[in-house]
């Protein structure tokens, strides 16, 4: 998910920029102000406490906002993300929000502060009162809530610089030049951020070609149970003789050997922004197994992609690949080819649900040439990364 904070002074631009970034990126819009002001406008509760605070240019209590925003994140769960104006205004709000986003498992992105001048923000909205007629765009109002803002509301910043999050954008010029600037922004901070890849799809799919080219793509580290085992076993090494039965019928190896090979990749890669994963998971059990090994690096599946490959396809692939020099020792014979299929069947199937259960697994068609089924992964990657982040 791009969860999104809109943050700056009064009169910043926000709510102009809001709608942009909404219709860009497809984001649930959170205003305080105007969840406040509809409030006010439906005589609710919540409303009538909120007035006279408004009115004076103060700002809302905690328990009031909280209450708004959690009802709003509850019944408008969206995919795509949440874009925040108007929240967090305080540190304690900061912290609140993140206690909010817990609950739906998808931290803030990132905080995007719009940097305008004083006299340019009493401009502005000396400006916006003779056209709104809002109560709360007095001068007196102004001068106050922008004195407010200094006390209370600029800490927050203090809050997310050390957490890597906040951007400044100069919110002064053509208005699409500081929607192109913010968007920029919103890029790189992506560019940034870890992304899981579990590849998902029956033997001869073509999960280890697509894989590698996700992999490169993206920035991504690499990761085959299947091409670790293979030069373990080339190699001679204790774990290759304990795997190569297994491997030479076709069946899964026993999961601590697993374990052992992934962990040791990952710690090859102490730079890695994240993963491809090919042939594993391949049970529920490995399917526990990776959340365990990636949340020792405070990390997540982010996205599972199942490449849908009717079985005759696969016969067809695997055969042909068993009359090249890239064979495996398992594409020798039909019997062979039908044993993996069966594993699949029987254990890998209910790995796809796990992952659709979590809201994880997207799935493609897995048929055509490779360049086709590269551009639809692409395609679903770049849709999933603004969900999954």
Not at 103 to 125: G, H, K, Q, Y
Not at 372 to 386: H, N, P, S
Request: hydrophobic residues 35%; charged residues 30%; aromatic residues 8%.
């Amino acid at each position: 998910m791009l969860n999104i904070a809109l943050f700056g002074p009064p009169g910043a631009g926000k709510g102009t920029q809001s709608k942009m970034l909404l219709e860009k990126y497809d984001l649930t819009y959170i205003s305080t102000g105007d969840m406040l002001r509809e409030e006010i406008a439906e005589g609710t509760k919540l409303g009538m406490k909120a007035k006279s605070v408004i009115e004076r240019g103060e700002l809302v209590s905690d328990e009031i906002i909280v209450q708004l925003i959690e009802k709003r994140i509850v019944e408008n769960v969206n995919p795509n993300g949440i874009l925040f104006d108007g929240f967090p205004r305080t540190t304690v709000q900061a912290y609140i929000l993140d206690g909010l986003l817990l609950r739906i498992n998808a931290p803030l992105t990132c905080m995007i502060s719009l940097e305008v001048p004083r006299e340019e923000l009493v401009s502005r909205m000396m400006e916006r009162s003779k056209v709104s007629g809002r109560a709360d765009d007095t001068e007196e109002v102004i001068q106050f809530r922008l004195k407010e803002y200094d006390n209370k509301t600029k800490p927050v910043a203090e809050f997310y610089k050390a957490k890597g999050k906040y951007t400044p954008i100069k919110g002064t010029g053509e208005i699409k030049d500081i929607f192109n600037t913010i968007t920029d922004s919103i890029q790189q901070t992506l560019r940034k951020t870890w992304i899981n890849v579990v590849l998902y799809g029956p033997p001869g799919s073509g999960k280890g070609t697509q894989a590698l080219k996700l992999a490169e793509k993206y920035n991504l580290v690499y990761i085959s149970t299947g091409k670790m085992l293979r030069k373990e076993v080339l190699d001679n090494t204790e774990i290759g003789r304990k795997a190569a039965p297994y491997m030479k019928k076709g069946e899964i190896v026993p999961d601590e050997i697993a374990i052992t090979l992934i962990e040791r990749r990952i710690q090859e890669h102490p730079e890695a922004k994240g993963f491809v994963f090919k042939g594993f998971p391949k049970t529920m059990v490995q399917a526990y197994i990776l959340d365990g090994l990636l949340l020792k690096l405070n990390q997540s599946v982010s996205i599972a992609i199942g490449l849908e490959t009717s079985t005759l396809e696969c016969f067809k692939r695997l055969s042909a690949r068993g009359k090249t020099k890239n064979r495996r020792p398992y594409d020798a014979s039909m019997e062979m080819i039908i044993n993996r299929i069966d594993e699949f069947i029987d254990h890998t199937v209910a790995v796809g649900n796990y992952y659709e259960n979590q809201g994880t697994f997207v799935s493609i068609d897995g048929h055509g040439s490779q360049d086709e089924i590269f551009e639809r992964l692409v395609e679903t990657m770049d849709k999933a990364l603004l969900r999954s982040r």
